[in-house]
Antibody, heavy 126, light 107 residues
Framework: QVQLVESGGGLVKPGGSLRLSCAAS????????MSWIRQAPGKGLEWVSY????????YYADSVKGRFTISRDNAKNSLYLQMNSLRAEDTAVYYC???????????????????WGQGTLVTVSS | SYELTQPLSVSVALGQTARITCGGN??????VHWYQQKPGQAPVLVIY???NRPSGIPERFSGSNSGNTATLTISRAQAGDEADYYC??????????FGGGTKLTVL
């Protein structure tokens, strides 16, 4: 069955860095766009970033642009999120999710997320 | 940037019909997806492309989208339907947008 398992979360000081990983199994990872989505404690869902199947197309939310970097290793069936210059407001559970819905020329009108991993908690605090 | 507006909470009597709305400028021209999130769990897709149910989602869940409002309808509401529900679209200027979420209470 399709499975996504995140790891790498933890406690980090403001200004610090952290690298999240997402191990995928049960599907052909290299065929799918992938995404990171986060949820601050007691708050709603916030999309963070997505990456195309080949890694050539990447988009970020304005709130993380310039600080976070998404990447993938199709040989290892893994998705990553490098988070630098972390702030208190980055504290959240970070989910990886498989993207469903075709994209063409940078347009992804049908984009949705299914399934999601169980999430990994990132806490930014001194 | 594109925004989606959901009511903070909706209540429904056991066995009755719940309707959760998602408002956005001309949202009827977009594809709307809905997620259910129970406490301590990851979100689950329950409706995609306005009105389609993924496999394993009960027929009690349905969706519609027209004008400036998309609606998730849960018929014959059960205690197990209590959860937070989020709508989501893709927008050419903002990429992915989530609504703020609606807490469904089954009385």
């Amino acid at each position: 069955q399709v499975q996504l398992v995140e790891s790498g979360g933890g406690l980090v000081k403001p200004g610090g860095s952290l690298r999240l990983s997402c191990a995928a199994s049960g599907f052909t990872f290299s065929d799918y766009y992938m995404s990171w989505i986060r949820q601050a404690p007691g708050k709603g869902l916030e999309w963070v970033s997505y990456i195309s199947s080949s890694g050539s197309t990447i988009y970020y939310a304005d709130s993380v642009k310039g600080r976070f970097t998404i990447s993938r290793d199709n040989a290892k069936n893994s998705l990553y999120l490098q988070m630098n210059s972390l702030r208190a407001e980055d504290t959240a559970v970070y989910y990886c999710a498989r993207v469903e819905g075709d994209c063409s020329g940078g347009s992804c009108p049908f984009m949705r997320f299914d399934p999601w991993g169980q999430g990994t908690l990132v806490t930014v605090s001194s | 940037s594109y925004e989606l507006t959901q009511p903070l909470s909706v209540s429904v009597a056991l066995g009755q019909t719940a309707r959760i709305t998602c408002g956005g400028n001309n949202i009827g021209s977009k594809n709307v997806h809905w997620y259910q999130q129970k406490p301590g769990q990851a979100p689950v897709l329950v409706i995609y492309r306005d009105s389609n149910r993924p496999s394993g989602i009960p027929e009690r869940f349905s969706g519609s989208n027209s004008g400036n409002t998309a609606t998730l309808t849960i018929s014959r509401a059960q205690a197990g339907d209590e959860a937070d529900y989020y709508c989501q679209v893709w927008d050419s200027s903002t990429a992915v947008v989530f609504g703020g979420g609606t807490k469904l209470t089954v009385l």
